[in-house]
């Protein structure tokens, strides 16, 4: 097990800045790829971000290429999401997640985190 904790989330206004970090536990996650996917409300789980292990690939999803960033740190056994200028659109529930290498699909991540909300309005 990996247990991931989410933080970070909340309620912010449209144009601004937010970062998540997720949180492992109990066990490195230094060998780990990395991801974050999101569930807008009414909709499926849809992926944004993965970093490798090493760091040098990362991969988003189209709708936050150019806003967020997915970065680690390996010391503190912590992966962030900085978002930036986020829309309405942004609004969802927030999950990292581990797997055995980087990947843009839910299948091939093994450990889940309980997701963080993130609401983005006016």
């Known amino acids: 097990q990996v247990p991931l904790v989410e933080s970070g989330g909340g309620l912010v206004l449209p144009g601004a800045s937010l970062q998540l970090a997720c949180t492992a536990s109990?066990?490195?996650?230094?060998?780990?790829?990395m991801g974050w996917f999101r569930r807008p409300p009414g909709k499926e789980r849809e992926f944004v971000a993965a970093?490798?292990?090493?760091?040098?690939?990362?991969y988003y999803g189209d709708s936050v290429k150019g806003r967020f960033t997915i970065s680690r740190d390996n010391d503190k056994n912590t992966v962030y999401l900085q978002m930036n200028n986020v829309t309405p659109e942004d609004s969802a529930v927030y999950y990292c997640a581990s797997g055995p290498r980087i990947s843009t699909q839910e299948s091939q991540y093994d450990y889940w985190g309980q997701g963080t909300q993130v609401a983005v309005s006016s």
């Open positions: 970093i490798s292990w090493s760091t040098n690939r990362k």
């Open positions: 109990g066990r490195t996650i230094s060998t780990f790829g």
